[in-house]
């Protein structure tokens, strides 16, 4: 399907939406999160295989056509503080769905890098039943700022030059609060161990030890699809 335009506080901002072709629907919608070199293929194909198990999935543009250069700076403070344009692009993307007639208008929210940390700062508070977060930042605070959180799934690799203690820092928080959750660290596994780069892509990512890791990478999304299934289609 190509990219669609949805409405976001009074502009109209873009997004790749990938229907489920088995069916008329309804079917619970999920919003992909990109991660900070923007909406690229790599999540365009994302959101098609989430698709393909039964998901409306709807990727928004947060950087809206620009340079990932001169927008990352920006995003990164906007997750840091919990709010801001972006925020507002991911609540007006996840209501375009559910507005829609083959949306149960049940939705969830998954992220890569970046694209985790907003998605884990939207778990409390943004109308999501469950967030799927991989390897993204967790706040320091993140008993406070995940109070009222929905359930939550979590995927780090050990070898992450972010090291362990973000991960560790979301499990603890979860249990004091009570969350379902499932925060998994994969041993052989770095940063970016679930997105498959191509080209001069792949070779840049195994020099800087962000290879593709393909048993790690299925393990996160059957673990992934698991909790979709439960507090979605369930």
């Known amino acids: 399907m190509p990219d669609v335009s949805f409405a976001a506080a009074d502009q109209t901002r873009r997004g790749y939406l990938s229907v489920p072709a088995a069916g008329p629907g309804p079917w619970p919608g999920i919003v992909v999160i990109h991660e900070a070199f923007g909406l690229t293929d790599g999540i365009r194909r994302v959101a098609d295989d989430i698709a393909a198990h039964g998901y409306l999935a709807l990727a928004p543009d947060l ?33 375009s769905m559910t507005t829609r007639p083959d949306c149960t208008g049940k939705t969830g929210v998954i992220g890569f890098c970046l694209g985790g940390g907003f998605a884990l700062m939207c778990a409390p508070g943004h109308g999501f039943e469950v967030v799927a977060v991989n390897y993204g930042e967790v706040p ?12 939550i799934v979590g995927s780090y ?11 560790e820092r979301l499990q603890r928080a979860l249990t004091v609060l009570q969350v379902p959750h ?6 052989g596994s770095g940063h970016r161990f679930m997105t498959e780069s191509r080209g001069a892509g792949a070779v840049l990512s195994n020099l800087t030890r962000m290879s593709y890791q393909p048993a790690d990478a299925a393990d996160a999304w059957r673990r992934i699809f698991d909790f979709f299934d439960r507090y979605l289609a369930g």
Request: glycine share 10%.
């Open 63 to 95: 950087f809206d056509g620009k340079s990932w250069i001169r927008c990352v700076r920006s995003a990164v403070q906007q997750v840091h503080a919990g709010h801001g344009p972006a925020f507002a692009v991911i609540d007006a993307a996840r209501a």
């Open 157 to 167: 690799g050990r070898r992450d030059p972010m090291g362990t203690e973000h991960p």
């Open 182 to 187: 499932d925060v998994e660290v994969y041993p």
């Open 140 to 151: 320091k605070d993140a008993e406070r700022v995940l109070s009222g959180a929905c359930p």
